[in-house]
T-cell receptor, first 111, second 111 residues
Framework: KQEVTQIPAALSVPEGENLVLNCSFTDSAIYNLQWFRQDPGKGLTSLLLIQSSQREQTSGRLNASLDKSSGRSTLYIAASQPGDSATYLC??????????FGKGNQVVVIP | DTGVSQDPRHKITKRGQNVTFRCDPISEHNRLYWYRQTLGQGPEFLTY????????KSRLLSDRFSAERPKGSFSTLEIQRTEQGDSAMYLC?????????FGPGTRLTVL
């Protein structure tokens, strides 16, 4: 069974610092990996999708890397802003139509 | 708004009652997913439809749960004889290929 772990569970950073969020998974036979953002009491917003054949994806201030062989992905958020405060969820697909999620990284950006 | 919509957004019910949730996916998406999320956890997969066919069900989906997607458009998730342990956020997602797009969720509270 695929297990997804996100470290740290929670972090606070001052505004302007870069954020580094880590995700690890136990079974490297993945189809793709997706990063989501979730605000309190809300649904999930898709941030980036990385196919298993890709090493990274970028969108604006966000960059996600994937090292499939070691079972790791990292989400970088450059020059953090208070509006980046949210929970970030990592999810992997093994091509069986279901996503396996971690518990999330809860981020607070302090103005 | 052309995103995934869910109704109701909040539902409070008494133990033993039946509840039904609705999900309207993005119109061109043939794939539809249901997940359940409890506080502090990542979403857990419940079931998957491709068009009107329910192709996969998690073991989490006990016989009190049933999901349908008539005509391959909207979907309903029904919980019969609700229990306090059913209290959670129920999330619907849709997709046309690999990426999944989530709705705002239905928050269920069972008293």
């Amino acid at each position: 069974k695929q297990e997804v772990t996100q470290i740290p569970a929670a972090l606070s950073v001052p505004e302007g610092e870069n954020l580094v969020l880590n995700c690890s998974f136990t079974d490297s036979a993945i189809y793709n990996l997706q990063w989501f953002r979730q605000d309190p009491g809300k649904g999930l917003t898709s941030l980036l999708l990385i196919q298993s054949s890709q090493r990274e994806q970028t969108s604006g201030r966000l960059n996600a890397s994937l090292d499939k062989s070691s079972g790791r992905s990292t989400l970088y958020i450059a020059a953090s802003q208070p509006g980046d405060s949210a929970t970030y969820l990592c999810a992997v697909s093994q091509g069986n139509n279901r996503l396996a999620f971690g518990k999330g990284n809860q981020v607070v950006v302090i103005p | 708004d052309t995103g995934v919509s869910q109704d109701p957004r909040h539902k409070i019910t008494k133990r033993g009652q039946n509840v039904t949730f609705r999900c309207d996916p993005i119109s061109e998406h043939n794939r539809l997913y249901w997940y359940r999320q409890t506080l502090g956890q990542g979403p857990e997969f419940l079931t998957y439809f491709q068009n009107e066919a329910q192709l996969e069900k998690s073991r989490l989906l006990s016989d009190r749960f049933s999901a349908e997607r008539p005509k391959g458009s909207f979907s309903t998730l029904e919980i019969q004889r609700t229990e306090q342990g059913d209290s959670a956020m129920y999330l619907c997602a849709s997709g046309a290929s690999d990426e999944q797009f989530f709705g705002p969720g239905t928050r269920l509270t069972v008293l």
